[in-house]
């Protein structure tokens, strides 16, 4: 086993080639060209048939975009014809105060706060698009009290994480990380005893959702028997199984690796009882979230051989930032118990961070965006009812689409509907979520002329939140 300075000389040697940028550093990454090939045609395509919708009165779309989202986003907004500012970083709050007076829509990741007092700046604001996975940056209630919608992209990096947690059952049952940390501070180690070949073994899955799914579909490529255990019935893909009871998988399976979200439930979900259930020699994976494993148990269980090696990705407390010395005891108080076990990967909640989740980030949370802007569209929104309508034919003439954000209180569409009971009322959906309704209807029979006086008396209703034409 290496020695803490062994460790250290490590770390500075890899620091030099890596974040320095060695001259001689050779990059593997897929060039920009097969990234933006395989990324554009999924890109939003409006069909030939499909009538594109302008809003009423609300001149050219400027966007924000903020923290360097990424340019399949842009090339999304740009190609809608939207004014984008962009900026690789984010912006100090006076600053962000100021430039989100005027715009309709603001791109952000994790580190700018929309709080009440930047969004009550936001004069014209409609939706925000958060391109990352969390969204507590931002006072959803708030936003959602002022009617603007919020998206963001839960399961864009599916793949990625299903694809490390493939690297690391390999790499666990081969001992890669402790060979490998040997061989670089200069030990020979060439071992084969209680080293394995993945094929035949058997793959047990908590959480069957969309990186669990992807996961069993790798893992019966390699040979892998794939058992699962979930909350919910789910439809097995290839030959995999679903057990009934949690201990029926720790006891068949050969590597564990939870998939489950954090909730009160999955809190400690696998702790001293779940690790003696297992089989002797098993392996342990999570790259779900940080509470799910009991780690002072796992430390146990390790040390005492029951099981044989872990990788964990995320962590009960994570640093804010990059950084030398972070993880450590101030942190997590068997941070160092933990960094002393052998065939132990450990890795900084990296599971989804590729090139690949990033492009698609781009495009999922742009498009949602876009179809908010362009069709109102508000399905996947997180602080907001969820709702559709068709998109209209292009030769339906003289119909407008009303959007209608309101308080969610009684006699409201009756309001609404006497309104637009001078039109054809074409098609109509409404749902409410909380104290927020929206309501979409596409009305007939609306001259260019009409639309201004059906603006109007729309925008004077009572309870109205907030309201948009398009046409
Ligand atoms: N490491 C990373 O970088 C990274 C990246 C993306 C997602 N994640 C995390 O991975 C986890 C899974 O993500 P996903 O996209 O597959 O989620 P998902 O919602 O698609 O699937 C979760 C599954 O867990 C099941 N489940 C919920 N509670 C359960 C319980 N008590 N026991 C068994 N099953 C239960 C659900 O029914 C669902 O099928 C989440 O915690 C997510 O935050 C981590």
Known sequence: MASPQQINDLQDAFNRATVSGSPGAVST??????????F???????????????????????ILLLENVNQT??????????????YK???PEEELIEKIQSVHAVGIRSKTKLTEKVLAAAKNLVVIGCFCIG?????????????????????????????LVIAEIISLARQLGDRSIELHTGTWNKVSAKCWEVRGKTLGIIGYGHIGSQLSVLAEALGMNVIYYDIVMIMSLGNSKQVSTLNE?????????????????????????????????????????????DIPSLISAMKSGKIAGAALDVYPHEPAKNGAGLFADELNDWTSELVSL???ILTPHIGGSTEEAQSAIGIEVGTALTKYINEGASVGAVNFPEVSLRALDLDEENVARVLYIHQNVPGVLKTVNNILADYNIEKQYSDSQGDIAYMIADVSGVSAGDIKSLHDE????????AIRILY
């Open 249 to 293: 998988l720790l006891s068949k399976a050969d590597f564990v690796t939870c998939h489950v979200p954090a909730t009160p439930e999955t809190k400690n979900l696998l702790s001293a009882p779940q690790f003696a259930a297992m089989k002797d020699g098993s392996y342990v994976i999570n790259a779900s979230r940080g509470t799910v494993i």
């Open 73 to 86: 986003a842009i090339d999304i907004f740009t190609e809608q014809g939207y004014q984008v500012d962009f």
């Open 29 to 38: 990454s897929p060039s920009q060209s097969f990234l933006q090939n395989q």
């Open 40 to 62: 554009r045609s999924r890109a939003l395509s409006v069909s030939k048939h499909t009538k594109p919708l302008k809003p009423f009165s609300a001149g050219d779309m400027k």
């Open 89 to 91: 970083t984010s912006l």
């Open 342 to 344: 052998r065939n132990l």
């Open 458 to 465: 729309l925008s004077n209703t009572p309870f109205k939140i």
């Open 135 to 163: 969204t507590n940056q931002v006072d959803l209630e708030y936003a959602a009290s002022r009617g603007i919608a919020v998206f963001n992209s839960p399961f864009s990096n599916s793949r990625s994480v299903a694809e």
